[in-house]
Nanobody
């Protein structure tokens, strides 16, 4: 059974930090690019960051320098460290495998 399960979201004050985790089934994790997307109310889903199997990363301009994506290939898990949070990053954050599988998302709410 293919699974992507996000965790780590929650309510945090502006300026705070959160670390999201996404545990994936090995069949969709191993060797593949993994990514984090987000969707704010009334907006389209957008790419936040992605990471290759070898660890190369790519970020949306709006999060460069504040967010960091990483992966633990032994644990089939990808992370998103989010620092200096602002209210505009409030959204549901989704994990995605290059093969087209999505998690159900985890809510991140930043209060100002």
């Amino acid at each position: 059974q293919v699974q992507l399960v996000e965790s780590g979201g929650g309510l945090v004050q502006a300026g705070g930090s959160l670390r999201l985790s996404c545990a994936a089934s090995r069949s969709i994790f191993s060797g593949n690019v993994m990514a984090w997307y987000r969707q704010a109310p009334g907006k389209q889903r957008e790419l936040v960051a992605r990471i290759t199997w070898g660890g190369s990363t790519d970020y949306a301009d709006s999060v460069k320098g504040r967010f960091a994506i990483s992966r633990d290939n032994a644990k089939n898990t990808v992370y998103l460290q989010m620092n200096s949070l602002k209210s505009e990053v409030t959204a549901v954050y989704y994990c995605m495998s290059q093969l087209g599988f999505w998690g159900r998302g985890t809510q991140v709410t930043v209060s100002s």
